[in-house]
């Protein structure tokens, strides 16, 4: 039987044990909380969002989240999104998807980026803010629109252009035209790719499958694991974090559009993506390309009470963590796991969700190989024994980035509010966020349902 077992392809889950454990609150520390949290439908780059500008699909998750939670305006003290391909025009891309969400031209609005961790650090960013006392409401997100990335035009070209703006005469201008040469004009075009390695991070997923002898089997089984839990929630109506947005010009998306349950048999038809011929991650078994934005509202405990909310979950412990970004890319949640149970003074054990990232079935499954291999604990992370694998009954029952989709900028609050969610309706107490992100880097936090 391979990792993934026939059962779980079907998301039979064992029920999630009630009692209520210790809770996470921390002397002289703010409790701070999620009141909610929304995401536009999460798309295939390419689709209704194409002709949109990132801003557009941010203020339509701002907007989303006004609308769910009635929140005053004039209340939201800070503002922060997290994107990974900036659009030039609106490099402040919070700032401009505040404003035309209607936000008060007096709420600061700031962008993060960390790969796809960026709503990650929105979100610890604004705990921050509040924690400090600076704040008491701030709005986190992110936004990703893979449909229009910025295509820059070579080097040589754009020095030439500057030079032929600041030539003054026409003899001037001249001598800068006679330097053009025609390969000028090939243009540079961004790739998924480690600037310090030069590596794309699909290759990189397959070289750490085949480090950890992940078969393409086992990630295909995954992979359609992913798919067939998230057909389901969304046929049961359980991923109501999604808003729905009328697309200017075009009908109204009230749904993902990437999930796709197949069969075995059919994927394992799919040629491999990155390394051929002999590569194991083929398209089925990676996260596509993706547009969408997500929001979530973020306050101080006696701030949110105060207004008459009942907050979904407390947010807790975070980590983050850096690796080596040539072999230990997306090794991020082996890393950063152990290190935010110790900080809660958790185990594996007291978790109830697990919602983890995923970039690639590879990558999914070399983290369990890693994080269940005593001989990787001592050897590369400095620990006696391993933390163990998360329990796949618990794990992303609701579906993954692999099938949901994943806006780099947008994921981190996709997984927090899944996780809240989840907590809410399967009455467990402690959920573990984790996600990979390039540059080898990689973050995990302790999320805890608010008591009913």
Request: proline share 5%; charged share 20%.
């Given at each position: ?10 998301g ?8 209520t454990?210790?809770?996470l609150?921390?002397p002289?520390?703010?409790?701070i ?7 536009t ?7 209704s ?22 929140v005053p305006?004039e209340?939201?003290d ?13 490099s ?7 404003l035309g969400?209607?936000?008060s031209?007096?709420t600061?609005?700031?962008?993060v980026t960390?790969?796809?961790?960026s ?17 008491d ?6 936004v990703?629109?893979m ?11 754009r ?26 004009l090939?243009?540079e075009?961004?790739a ?23 078969s ?14 998230a ?9 109501s ?5 009328k ?10 559009n990437g ?43 006696e701030k949110?009470?105060?207004m008459?909310y009942k907050?979904?979950a ?7 963590v850096s ?5 230990q ?7 950063a ?9 958790l185990?594996?054990?007291?978790i109830?969700?697990f ?17 269940d ?8 992370m400095?620990r ?5 694998l998360?329990p796949?009954?618990?794990f ?7 099938s949901?989709?994943?806006?780099f900028?947008a994921?981190g ?13 399967e009455g ?7 996600a ?6 990689g973050?995990a ?7 009913k």
């Amino acid at each position: 039987m391979t990792l993934v077992s026939g059962w779980l392809l079907y998301g039979w889950s064992i029920a999630v044990q009630t009692k209520t454990k210790k809770t996470l609150a921390k002397p002289n520390i703010r409790n701070i909380v999620v009141v909610d949290g929304v995401r536009t439908p999460f798309l295939l780059s390419g689709t209704s969002y194409k002709d949109l500008m990132p801003h557009d699909v941010a203020r339509a998750a701002l907007t989303g989240l006004l609308h769910r939670t009635s929140v005053p305006k004039e209340v939201v003290d800070y503002i922060i999104f997290g994107t990974v391909i900036q659009e030039v025009k609106t490099s402040n891309v919070a700032r401009e998807a505040a404003l035309g969400a209607g936000f008060s031209d007096k709420t600061p609005a700031h962008t993060v980026t960390m790969a796809c961790i960026s709503a990650n650090q929105a979100m610890t960013t604004g705990v921050g803010l509040i924690a400090s006392g600076q704040c008491d409401v701030v709005v986190a997100g992110g936004v990703e629109l893979m449909s229009d990335i910025p295509i820059r035009h070579s080097r040589k070209m754009r020095k030439l252009m500057l030079d032929l703006n600041k030539a003054k005469s026409v003899g001037q201008r001249l001598s800068v035209i006679s330097k053009f040469r025609l390969n000028f004009l090939a243009p540079e075009l961004p790739a998924v790719a480690e600037f310090s390695t030069s590596e794309t991070m699909g290759h990189s997923a397959d070289r750490l499958a085949a480090a950890f002898a992940v078969s393409r089997l086992e990630q295909d089984e995954y992979a359609l694991r992913s798919h067939s839990l998230a057909k389901k929630a969304q046929d049961e109506g359980l991923l109501s974090d999604v808003v729905p947005f009328k697309v200017p010009g075009k009908d109204t998306v009230t749904k993902d559009n990437g999930i796709r349950p197949s069969s075995l048999e059919q994927m394992a038809k799919l040629k491999p993506a990155f390394i051929r011929p002999y590569g194991t991650v083929t398209a089925a078994n990676s996260s596509f390309l993706t547009d969408g934005a997500s929001a979530m509202l973020i306050m101080a405990e006696e701030k949110a009470l105060a207004m008459g909310y009942k907050p979904k979950a407390y947010l807790r412990d975070f980590m983050y963590v850096s690796q080596d970004p040539k072999d230990q890319l997306l090794l991020g949640p082996t890393y950063a796991t152990p290190k935010v149970l110790e900080k809660a003074g958790l185990t594996m054990n007291d978790i109830d969700a697990f919602e983890f990232h995923e970039a690639f079935s590879g990558q999914i499954l070399a983290n369990f190989k890693a994080m269940d291999s005593d001989w990787f604990a001592q050897n590369y992370m400095g620990r006696k024994t391993k933390i163990g694998l998360p329990p796949l009954e618990k794990f992303n029952n609701w579906g993954g980035s692999l099938s949901l989709g994943h806006p780099f900028g947008a994921t981190g609050c996709r997984l927090v509010m899944a996780a809240a969610n989840r907590l809410r309706k399967e009455g467990g107490q402690y959920g573990l966020v984790a996600a990979c992100a390039a540059g080898g880097q990689g973050h995990a936090m302790i999320v805890e349902a608010y008591p009913k």
